[in-house]
């Protein structure tokens, strides 16, 4: 009590952390599974025979978590823009950690047979409806509580989470491979990062529950600015933004993913990398990805998130001409210049997306626009990548990127100005 008198704002440490280690759960969630998609589950979770179809399969799954995110969008952040961004944050980090730890005690297809992919599928689900409301409140706690100025400086902390999240999980999973066989990793070793995934859920919990509503928000309800059905709102009075924030994050997802979960799978069945050796130069690459957020967002504050973000995007055309000649040279390089531009584009992206829709349908307006990029953008990029790089080679996956990269700049050149 005395600290609710005492201390009813948000302390800036308390926000950033509390937004900071909420996406770094949730992205560490999510990369286990992407790693798992690649190394563990075409192997356990479906029918023995043809190790590139087993593959493809396991994409799929992968991509139903973007499927769900729409749906956790418009879910959470219904409930984020009417009754508030704290109690909304608590229930998506809960449903996203369940569904996780489920997947750590699952029965493979050789116990249950095809009813292990289903039930894999339907935890997959679960994960995508809890990021889909985790990134967005995620998001406005962070700018809701940023002094004048300070907006896309405060608003990369949740951004900070996808390369933390990254680290965590890759770590996680190279220290247990290191530590025991293939028979070890593939009976048990590969469960203990789902199942490890509660003792943060728990640390991110006891956060969340100590913060208080940002100041707009409470400053939105006060003046009576609530809607009663934030998805319509959106949908009928911000169409602009919603079509065109999509499209902006576009290039974001592709990138990303093909850096991440089509590398991993390209290097090491086609390049001759081991999964370790592999994940160790996708661990390096991702500390730049890291280091490069910081710097996008600070000159996002002197320069603007829209510069930024336009800037970032014609270097994602770039480096889709220079996609092929850059692996084929070195796994290192290719990495490591890969991963700067992502870190480029996503520092501001949060923050953009956010002050293109107003307090009282920003939850649900910019969780829908980074959601549907996701569709679009990320949940069939390994399938899209993997089958290109078949069909025509390589070099396809880079121009499939700049393509991406296209779209991203005319939506940019279009969105609308912020919100008020």
């Known amino acids: 009590m005395r600290d609710a008198v005492t201390t ?10 509390a937004s900071l280690i909420g ?13 798992a998609a ?8 479906f029918p023995a025979g043809d190790a590139a179809t087993a593959t493809l399969q396991s994409f799929a799954t992968f991509a139903l978590a973007f499927v769900a995110r729409p749906i956790g969008s418009a879910l959470f952040g219904h409930f984020g823009d009417r009754i508030g961004r704290k109690a909304t944050l608590v229930a998506a980090l809960l449903t996203m950690g369940i569904s996780t730890v489920a997947i750590g005690v699952l029965p493979t297809y050789d116990h249950i047979g095809l009813m292990a992919p289903a039930l894999l599928a339907l935890c997959r689900l679960g994960q995508g409806l809890g990021l889909g409301g985790e990134w967005g409140g995620a998001v406005l706690l962070a700018i809701e509580n940023a002094p004048p100025g300070k907006r896309a400086w405060y608003g990369m902390f949740p951004q900070l989470g996808a390369p933390l999240g990254f680290l965590a999980a890759t770590g996680l999973f190279l220290w247990i491979t290191e530590k025991m066989g293939d028979a070890a990793f593939f009976a048990w070793g590969w469960r203990v990062p789902f199942l490890a995934s509660s003792v943060l859920v728990l640390m991110g919990l006891w956060m969340r529950l100590r913060l208080t509503e940002t100041p707009e928000f409470a400053r939105s309800m006060a003046m009576h600015e609530r809607v009663k059905v934030p998805m319509l709102n959106v949908f009928a009075q911000h169409p602009r933004a919603l079509i065109s924030g999509t499209f902006a994050a576009l290039a974001t ?6 850096m991440t979960v089509f590398a991993l799978s390209w290097a090491t069945s086609k390049l001759g990398y081991s999964r370790e050796a592999f994940l160790i130069v996708q661990m390096v690459g991702v500390l730049f990805f890291a280091l490069l957020i910081p710097f996008s967002a600070w000159l996002a504050d002197k320069r603007g998130g829209h510069f930024v973000m336009l800037l970032a995007t014609a270097l994602i055309f770039v480096f889709g001409i220079a996609y092929a000649p850059l692996f084929a040279q070195s796994g290192m390089l290719f990495m490591v210049v890969g991963m700067c531009v992502v870190g480029i584009t996503y520092g501001p992206l949060g923050t953009v997306l956010a002050q293109m829709f107003p307090t009282a349908v920003r939850y649900t307006g910019a969780s829908l ?29 880079g121009y499939y990127l700049s393509v991406a990269a296209a779209l991203t700049l005319l939506a940019l050149l279009v969105k609308p100005r912020e919100a008020t």
Request: charge should be positive.
């Open 8 to 17: 009813p704002a948000n302390s800036p440490g308390r926000v950033l952390f």
């Open 23 to 35: 996406t770094t759960i949730e992205f560490f969630d999510f990369y286990i599974y992407a790693t």
């Open 38 to 45: 690649v190394l563990v589950f075409p192997k356990l979770f």
């Open 253 to 258: 997802f592709v990138i990303f993913y093909l």
């Open 369 to 397: 626009a980074f959601n549907l990029a996701g569709i679009f953008g990320a949940s069939l990029a390994p399938y899209i990548a993997t089958w290109l790089a078949k069909t025509y080679g390589l070099a396809y996956v």
